[in-house]
């Protein structure tokens, strides 16, 4: 049964430059009891909001106005917190062993895979 608080209470970090698809991430979190922390839209507000922010988990977009993610992911994993990939990129595509094998959901972003994607990074991350 899916009552769509199976995601409640999470402290969820997007970083997204999409504004529309940011927005549509947040509303669709928060009608689910999580606590967003941004959207924020650049490799160096993401890297700023995670210097005061400890998120439970990341949606994290491949390309950031033109920039890599890869400095995001590598902070975030540096900081135990997992992350997922919300990209239009294939799988190929993405070459940076801190993005490669992340998981991932491929745009446009289905609500049933973001909840299967976020519990499963979530279980597969140790908690300290």
């Keep these: 049964m899916d009552n ?3 995601l409640a209470g999470l402290r969820i970090l997007i970083v997204e430059d999409e504004f529309l698809l940011a927005m549509e991430l947040e509303m669709l ?4 009891g999580c606590m967003v922390v941004g959207p924020v839209s650049s ?3 993401a890297l700023t909001m995670l ?3 400890q998120p439970d988990i990341a949606l994290l977009d491949v390309n950031l106005k033109g920039q890599r993610a890869t400095p995001v992911a590598a902070a975030l994993h540096a900081r135990g917190v997992p992350f997922i990939l919300i990209t239009g990129y294939s799988v ?3 070459s940076e062993p801190e993005l490669r094998d992340a998981p991932r959901i491929d745009k446009p972003v ?3 895979a973001l909840k299967r994607a976020v519990a499963s990074a979530l279980s597969d991350t140790p908690r300290s």
């Design 4 to 6: 769509g608080t199976e």
């Design 29 to 32: 979190l928060q009608q689910r």
């Design 43 to 45: 490799v160096g507000q």
């Design 51 to 53: 210097d005061g922010e």
């Design 92 to 94: 190929l595509q993405l």
């Design 110 to 112: 289905n609500c049933r």
